[in-house]
């Protein structure tokens, strides 16, 4: 046979292998997502996303022990408030869950990266993710109590900042607001390219932020579209983001792609919870190999550009990187 080109030869072996591995995975890049609630004293499974919890502030220590000792350094918090109201105003309150869980874990754990998620939805009595005029998210209104969310993050101790709320010049307001008050140093992660999506649905159970009504089809992104998702990363960028996330991760990889040829900043992907549930379904059944799928989701998100990920996977993915499983 007169074949000059072989592309199995650089397969022949292990060492080989990872010799000419094109992507690196590195778990100083993983973000963990953590959910934190009102009360005391308890830990909760939560039935959609079996293997995460809901902390009470005070029982976060065992699972941020868990969390440094696999290496990853950073964490995603989300709230769940016990009261809520039509304002929302719980996610501002300098008492409210973040921020006391905020002040409790920078005490305790000085060296964990702290992210907030910035949104209402966990704390409107209606589930959406702003104020409401009548049964559409008052866009200019709700930019005011994003920006004042931002800024209590930040005064209780958050590293940085990621608004997930999908209102038209969040990024803008957020950091004129942190930029006044002298937290000029907070980065912004912007859920910029963020699309309604189905695949939220096992974190809506998680964190009891379901819309009552209607869905969020008026503020998150339309799935059918690419070059939308391109306009508001770029608007993002433009307003001040330092880092860019595209959500969900798995059916989304185009965007992770297109964004990461057109931006310079940092491009984060959130592989969401109705991935990790779809896996956990799958493994629990003995349908799929729920390790080495964990390995290929990751890889496929730092192939298509991702340089942050975030995943429920994130302890899992840090021992599968030491062992040498993946990366
Ligand atoms: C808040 C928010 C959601 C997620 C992250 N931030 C829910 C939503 O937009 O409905 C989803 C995360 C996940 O599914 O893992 N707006």
Request: with cysteine.
């Amino acid at each position: 046979m007169d074949m000059t080109v072989r592309p199995r030869r650089l397969r022949g072996n292990e060492v080989l292998r990872k010799m000419v591995r094109e992507t690196r995975i590195d778990s100083s890049s993983l973000i963990y997502p953590m959910f934190v609630m009102d009360g005391k004293n308890r830990k909760e499974e939560i039935s959609s996303l079996s293997g995460q919890f809901r902390y009470t502030v005070d029982r976060v220590e065992e699972e941020l022990e868990a969390l440094t000792a696999s290496g990853v350094g950073s964490v995603l918090l989300f709230g769940i408030p016990e009261k809520k109201d039509e304002e929302g105003s719980g996610a501002y309150a300098e008492d409210g869950i973040v921020q006391r869980a905020l002040r409790f874990i920078k005490e305790r754990y000085p060296q964990l990266y702290l992210i907030t998620d910035v949104c209402m939805c966990e704390y409107t009595s209606h589930g959406h993710c702003g104020i409401l005029c009548g049964h559409d998210v008052d866009n200019d209104r709700t930019l005011e109590s994003i920006a004042r969310i931002a800024l209590s993050h930040a005064q209780a101790g958050a590293d940085m900042v990621a608004p997930s709320d999908m209102m038209d010049g969040r990024v803008r307001a957020i950091r004129t607001l942190l930029d006044r008050e002298g937290y000029l140093s907070v980065p912004i992660m912007s859920y910029a390219v963020k699309y309604a999506s189905s695949f939220y649905g096992p974190f809506r159970e998680a964190a009891g932020s379901a819309p009552s009504f209607g869905n969020r089809r008026s503020y998150q992104m339309d799935f059918h579209n690419r070059r939308e998702g391109l306009k508001e990363a770029l608007l993002d960028v433009e307003e001040g983001a330092d880092i860019i996330m595209v959500k969900p991760a798995m059916s989304y990889l185009d965007l992770v792609r297109e964004v990461r040829g057109q931006i310079t900043l940092p491009v984060a992907t959130y592989s969401v919870s109705g991935e990790y549930a779809m896996v956990k379904a799958a493994a629990e059944k003995g349908w799929i190999d729920e390790e080495s799928i964990v390995c290929e989701m990751a890889a496929g998100a730092y192939r298509a550009g991702a340089d942050l990920y975030i995943t429920y996977y994130a302890k899992e993915l840090a021992k599968f990187i030491q062992e040498g499983r993946i990366g």
